[in-house]
């Protein structure tokens, strides 16, 4: 089965050009589907953070047995 995870990157900036200074990195990983980063919202940015509100999906499976 085949998983395709959505992930957050980066590239550094140089500051006089803006221009991409290196290769991109992995800055957090969302491989769980507790966590999906598709689901996140009321993303915000700063100068240097990135704020968003993220839903954690979670379930239980009960087993009960019913008396006579």
Same mark, same amino acid.
């Given at each position: 089965?085949?998983?395709?995870?959505?992930?957050?990157?980066?590239?550094?900036?140089?500051?006089?050009?803006?221009?991409? /200074?290196?290769?991109? %990195?992995?800055?957090?990983?969302?491989?769980?589907? $507790?966590? *999906?980063?598709?689901?996140?919202?009321?993303?915000?940015?700063?100068?240097?953070?990135?704020?968003? /509100?993220?839903?954690? %999906?979670?379930?239980?499976?009960?087993?009960?047995? $019913?008396? *006579?």
């Amino acid at each position: 089965m085949s998983h395709e995870f959505q992930d957050l990157w980066a590239i550094r900036l140089k500051p006089e050009t803006k221009h991409p /200074a290196g290769d991109p %990195f992995e800055v957090l990983s969302f491989h769980s589907a $507790r966590r *999906p980063l598709s689901t996140a919202f009321g993303k915000a940015v700063t100068k240097d953070k990135l704020f968003w /509100a993220m839903p954690e %999906f979670a379930g239980d499976i009960w087993l009960a047995e $019913r008396a *006579p």
